[in-house]
């Protein structure tokens, strides 16, 4: 699926959306250039689920943890990360429990160690706006990308 994104609200819009059919939890990986806007659409889809504090990257943090009606929700930053080993020294396999949803920026810092992602979603910078482009890793990636275009 591809779209066209004409502002940071319309990003933020698509961040909801994209929110609604994640209902059950997975795996996301945000891919995109510095400032192509993979924070505002994760601020679109916390926004989009009831989170009303602030939405910060995690470029420092590497995780920012979210809870939304007994729902965990985490989002990583792996631009800063030396080494993809780092994601084992911090658990990542229990942020990565079935019930999460976990949303990963710069995941190709962290391929060898994280599985393959159920979405893999593209931000591009393409004036005035942004496009966005997104494809199914997993099998369940594909159900959900089937909900996405509907």
């Not at 502002?7 to 994640?22: K, M, P, Q, S």
């Not at 993979?38 to 943890?65: H, I, M, Q, Y």
């Not at 593209?122 to 997993?138: W, Y």
């Amino acid at each position: 699926m591809m779209k066209r994104l004409a502002d940071e609200a319309a990003t933020e819009a698509f961040g909801a959306r994209l929110g609604g059919v994640l209902s059950g939890g997975g795996l996301v990986f945000l891919h995109g250039q510095l400032g192509a806007g993979k924070t505002t659409l994760v601020r679109g889809l916390l926004r989009g689920l009831g989170w009303a504090g602030a939405v910060k990257s995690p470029t420092f943090t590497l995780v920012e943890a979210y809870e939304l009606a007994g729902r965990h929700i985490y989002h990583f930053d792996l631009y800063r990360l030396s080494d993809a080993e780092e994601l084992e020294w911090m658990g990542i396999r229990d942020y990565l429990a079935a019930e999460a949803l976990c949303l990963v920026e710069w995941a190709e810092r962290g391929e060898t160690v994280l599985p393959p992602a159920d979405l893999i979603v593209q931000l591009e910078m393409c004036p005035p706006g942004r496009l966005v482009r997104v494809q199914a890793g997993s099998t369940r990636g594909n159900a959900l990308l089937e909900l996405l275009e509907k």
